[in-house]
């Protein structure tokens, strides 16, 4: 539509535009609350900030467990990168959560380096990038 204006300057949006970062709202979820899907479920054991270069990289460590699929059992351990922090927990949602401002990790050369320092860290099958 002409003269739309882009999804990060509409009112309401999550997502800001700052030169060529973009700014996007990442809410922190309680930890050791379990949740039920489908399969099994999860839950949320750790956050973290890692220090990288200048900068600090925010991520969770999860696990999960799947026990009631069909096609039987399994569990495993994981790690969810919401990516370099720029404001930490600098307000609340409207549910009480702290929101936190982060700049996603869209390199691919970055994701590796984030991905093999947080297996040397910490006991997960799998690193994923939000």
């Known amino acids: 539509m002409p003269g739309a204006l882009p999804a990060y300057m509409r009112a309401g949006s999550r997502h ?7 700014v996007e709202e990442y809410v922190h979820q309680e930890l050791n609350q379990d949740i039920t899907a489908i399969g099994g479920s999860y839950v949320l054991v750790k956050e973290a900030r890692l220090p990288f270069g200048s900068r600090e990289i925010l991520y969770a460590v999860g696990h999960a ?11 495993c351990a994981y790690a969810l990168v919401p990516g370099f922090v720029l404001a930490w927990k600098s307000k609340d949602n409207e549910n009480g959560l702290a929101v936190s401002e982060v700049e996603r990790i869209r390199d691919k050369g970055v994701q590796q380096q984030v991905r093999r320092l947080i297996e040397a860290k910490e006991l997960v099958q799998q690193v994923s990038f939000l």
């Open 65 to 75: 467990v799947f026990d009631t699929a069909c096609c039987g059992v399994g569990g």
């Open 16 to 22: 800001l535009r700052t030169w060529e970062t973009v």
